[in-house]
């Protein structure tokens, strides 16, 4: 069950559709932790972050026509919003992320370590990862997130993100590595 009831849902989406700003605040209420917190693993600041959120609900609000009613309207509303995200990505971008690429020829779709992060990451408090991952590089972190929070595979990433599938490896790759060497003295200190 979504965060609205179907009925209440609708006549949501119904408001929104005729500029109801009634709705749309009732919208942005109910979406706005949860969106902002997505956002955050985005930017590099509570302003970026808050800049994206709220073009991204520009962008929601103005194409509301488009909402047809398949699948959730949070989920609907939520791919705008990583839409966003890249888009400001993209604009960011200066220049492209050189690959290694012996390494990127080695990589597949999961690496030897990701097993081992997953059970890492499960036992590090969800506040010290999201702080890490927030530290890496914007395309590291863009990447990490797309796979792994987002759960997007690394071809829909190379297209997001105009890049190559093995640059979209190369990053997760070189993200988790990072991650590891960030998180390593909180590991030690658990004991893990």
Same mark, same amino acid.
């Given at each position: 069950?979504?965060?609205?009831?179907? @009925?209440?849902? +609708?006549?949501?989406?119904?408001?929104? #559709?005729?500029?109801?700003?009634?709705?749309?605040?009732?919208?942005?209420?109910?979406?706005?932790?949860?969106?902002?917190?997505?956002? +955050?693993?985005?930017?590099?600041?509570?302003?970026?972050?808050? %800049?994206?959120?709220?073009?991204?609900?520009?962008?929601?609000?103005? &194409?509301?026509?488009?909402?047809?009613?398949?699948?959730?309207?949070?989920?609907?509303? =939520?791919?705008?919003?990583?839409?966003?995200?890249? %888009?400001?990505?993209?604009?960011?971008?200066? =220049?492209?992320?050189?690959? %290694? &690429?012996? $390494?990127?020829?080695?990589?597949?779709?999961?690496?030897?370590?990701?097993? %081992?992060? *997953? /059970?890492?990451?499960?036992?590090?408090?969800? #506040?010290?990862?999201?702080?890490? *991952?927030?530290?890496? &590089?914007?395309?590291?972190?863009?990447?990490?997130?797309?796979?792994? $929070?987002?759960?997007?595979? @690394?071809?829909?990433?190379?297209? +997001?993100?105009?890049? /190559?599938?093995?640059? &979209?490896?190369?990053?997760?790759?070189?993200?988790?590595?990072?991650?590891?060497? +960030?998180?390593?003295?909180?590991?030690? =200190? $658990?004991?893990?």
């Amino acid at each position: 069950m979504g965060i609205w009831h179907p @009925h209440e849902e +609708m006549q949501l989406v119904e408001g929104c #559709k005729n500029n109801s700003r009634m709705a749309q605040q009732e919208v942005f209420k109910k979406l706005y932790g949860k969106l902002f917190g997505m956002c +955050m693993r985005y930017a590099e600041s509570d302003e970026e972050a808050k %800049d994206i959120l709220q073009n991204g609900f520009i962008k929601v609000f103005g &194409s509301m026509e488009n909402y047809k009613g398949d699948g959730s309207f949070e989920g609907w509303v =939520k791919r705008i919003v990583i839409n966003t995200a890249i %888009d400001n990505y993209r604009r960011k971008k200066t =220049k492209p992320v050189v690959t %290694d &690429s012996e $390494l990127t020829d080695r990589l597949g779709d999961e690496t030897e370590y990701e097993q %081992d992060d *997953v /059970s890492i990451y499960e036992q590090v408090p969800v #506040k010290l990862v999201l702080d890490a *991952v927030q530290q890496l &590089s914007p395309a590291y972190q863009t990447v990490f997130n797309l796979y792994v $929070l987002e759960g997007y595979n @690394h071809n829909e990433i190379a297209d +997001m993100l105009e890049i /190559s599938v093995g640059t &979209s490896k190369s990053n997760l790759s070189k993200a988790r590595q990072n991650l590891r060497r +960030m998180l390593k003295p909180v590991i030690e =200190k $658990l004991d893990i």
